[in-house]
């Protein structure tokens, strides 16, 4: 079944309003990262997030890996409508397996109205 | 540097047909990857290279082979294909003797239909 569960899975805003994707794992990672794929292109990293309690900044983004090393979020201050895509968490090392190898959650659609 | 490219971008198959797809890095990296994207399930590993000559099983393999003659290219062969493969294809890489993390660069996708 589906190890890593992201929600929501779609979440429209108005720009200049916030916008949080969370992640889960049902069991404890070795790394998490994030991609954005924008519609019709291809995921491209953002991020790896390593450390329990690890909190990471680009810019309007603001990624966060839970103390237990199971959950992360992503959130995107103000939104702007180059933010719009859908947002992947990934997991490695689940289940105990190789840190290189990721399992990506289902994805967060983000939608932004000008 | 080119990063990850795939070969073909767009492909329709009939059911039973065969075909093979094409990713090739020019970034050296060790691992490479094939995923599937299918609406609203985000990105399965079909297969999954972690050096020449080595390939290993991902969470959705049937139907699906691949090889991995050189360390720059990974192939993804259909030997008979079905309608349940009409997917997006993407090819990533990642990893070298100089990194310092795990991420993955991706292809821009192969689009199969299968009818």
């Known amino acids: 079944g589906q190890q890593v569960m992201q929600i929501p899975q779609y979440q429209h805003v108005q720009e200049g309003e916030d916008f949080t994707t969370y992640c889960n794992s049902s069991?404890?990672?070795?790394?998490i990262q994030w991609y954005k794929q924008r519609p019709g292109g291809h995921p491209v990293f953002l991020i790896q997030l390593v450390k329990s309690g690890e909190v990471k900044k680009q810019k309007r983004l603001t990624f966060q890996f839970g103390e237990a090393k199971k959950n992360s979020s992503l959130h995107i201050t103000a939104t702007q409508t180059t933010d719009v895509g859908t947002y992947f968490c990934a997991g490695g090392g689940v289940s105990g397996g190789s840190n290189y190898k990721l399992t990506f959650g289902k994805g967060t659609l983000l939608t932004v109205n000008p | 540097n080119a990063g990850v490219t795939q070969t073909p971008k767009f492909r329709v198959l009939k059911t039973g047909q065969s075909m093979t797809l094409l990713c090739a890095q020019d970034?050296?990296?060790?691992?490479m990857y094939w995923y599937r994207q299918d609406p609203g399930m985000g990105l399965r590993l079909i297969h999954y290279?972690?050096?020449?000559?080595?390939?290993a099983k991902g969470e959705v393999p049937d139907g699906y082979n691949v090889s991995r003659l050189k360390k720059q290219n990974f192939l993804l062969g259909l030997e008979s294909a079905a309608p349940s493969q009409t997917s997006v294809y993407f090819c990533?890489?990642?990893?070298?003797?100089?990194?310092?993390?795990?991420?993955?660069?991706f292809g821009p996708g192969t689009r199969l239909t299968v009818t």
């Open positions: 970034m050296n990296h060790e691992y």
């Open positions: 290279s972690v050096g020449e000559g080595t390939t």
């Open positions: 990533a890489s990642s990893y070298s003797m100089t990194a310092v993390s795990y991420e993955q660069y």
């Open positions: 069991t404890t990672l070795s790394n």
